[in-house]
């Protein structure tokens, strides 16, 4: 594995405030929240979530992206079930029961019907796709001539080597420098030997002092944890300016 399946980290974090901009669309039986920037433009980014899906934090992120520029997309890649917040905060997500009902076989068909809704109906030339945790598997999988232009991940889990290995465009990561569980240093390090045969453009950041989840679900009330989400988020568009 180049990163390890999600674990009791995933199921943690904190609520951030704001009311999202965006709508909720019902594309091809998948519900679908878009927000859109203020001109027009042929560049979005497919928003991969972690296991809350669509939820305030992360429609405020995509509400970010569009203020950055992009048409932002985000699927319901669970059809309704992902992990709630209410769980998360009671103790009673269950992951291991979970993760069974959401493989890639159930989350490739949804990422398809939104990739080409994103190509054929919004008109969208280039796609970068962004993935939380979860979605950072994805992000992986996609990155291929006509699915995703270019990638970022945000303390990815789940991914193999082989589908790392097998990415054909830029791909840049975010990471929590000593705590993550999930995408460790050793795996880290293989990452990076794993990227180098790939022969893309790639880069992978690392922030002290927080924790897996930092850049979707980081406590804004704490200063270093405010700070690298903020600057995760940097990175995301800058990779994607330097490489759409």
Same mark, same amino acid.
């Given at each position: 594995?180049?990163? /390890?399946?999600?674990?009791?980290?995933?199921?943690?974090?904190?609520?951030?405030? #704001?009311?999202?901009?965006?709508?909720?669309?019902?594309?091809? #039986?998948?519900?679908?929240?878009?927000?859109?920037?203020?001109?027009?433009? @042929?560049?979005?980014?497919?928003?991969?979530?972690?296991?809350?899906?669509?939820?305030?934090?992360?429609?405020?992120?995509?509400?970010?992206? !569009?203020? /950055?520029?992009?048409?932002?997309?985000?699927?319901?890649?669970?059809?309704?079930?992902?992990?709630?917040?209410?769980?998360?905060?009671?103790?009673?997500? @269950?992951?291991? !029961?979970?993760?069974?009902?959401?493989?890639?076989?159930?989350?490739?068909?949804?990422?398809?019907?939104?990739?080409?809704?994103?190509?054929?109906?919004?008109?969208?030339?280039?796609?970068?796709?962004? &993935?939380?945790?979860?979605?950072? +598997?994805?992000?992986?999988?996609?990155?291929?001539?006509?699915?995703? @232009?270019?990638?970022?991940?945000? $303390?990815?889990?789940?991914?193999?080597?082989?589908?790392?290995?097998?990415? +054909?465009?830029?791909?840049?990561?975010?990471?929590?420098?000593?705590?993550?569980?999930?995408?460790?240093?050793?795996?880290? $390090?293989?990452? =990076?030997?794993?990227?180098?045969?790939?022969?893309?453009?790639?880069?992978?950041?690392?922030?002290?002092?927080?924790?897996? #989840?930092?850049?979707?679900? &980081?406590?804004? /009330?704490?200063?270093?944890?405010?700070?690298?989400? =903020?600057?995760?988020?940097?990175?995301?568009?800058?990779?994607?300016?330097?490489?759409?």
């Amino acid at each position: 594995m180049a990163s /390890n399946p999600p674990a009791a980290c995933c199921a943690s974090g904190f609520k951030h405030e #704001g009311t999202p901009l965006g709508e909720v669309k019902n594309v091809d #039986g998948v519900n679908t929240y878009i927000t859109s920037p203020k001109d027009k433009s @042929d560049k979005a980014v497919l928003f991969l979530t972690d296991i809350f899906g669509i939820f305030p934090n992360a429609q405020l992120l995509a509400d970010e992206f !569009a203020n /950055n520029g992009f048409l932002t997309v985000i699927p319901d890649l669970f059809d309704g079930d992902q992990i709630s917040v209410k769980d998360m905060e009671s103790g009673k997500a @269950d992951l291991p !029961a979970w993760l069974p009902k959401h493989q890639p076989g159930n989350i490739d068909p949804i990422i398809e019907k939104t990739i080409k809704y994103m190509r054929e109906t919004l008109n969208v030339k280039k796609i970068a796709a962004v &993935g939380y945790c979860f979605g950072g +598997k994805y992000v992986t999988r996609y990155l291929k001539p006509g699915q995703i @232009d270019v990638g970022y991940s945000a $303390h990815p889990s789940f991914i193999t080597h082989e589908e790392l290995g097998a990415i +054909k465009g830029p791909f840049s990561i975010a990471a929590a420098a000593e705590t993550d569980s999930i995408f460790t240093t050793q795996l880290r $390090h293989e990452s =990076e030997e794993t990227l180098i045969k790939a022969g893309q453009p790639w880069q992978i950041n690392l922030f002290s002092g927080v924790a897996h #989840g930092f850049a979707v679900r &980081g406590d804004l /009330n704490d200063k270093t944890q405010k700070w690298a989400k =903020e600057q995760a988020f940097c990175q995301a568009v800058v990779w994607f300016n330097q490489h759409l």
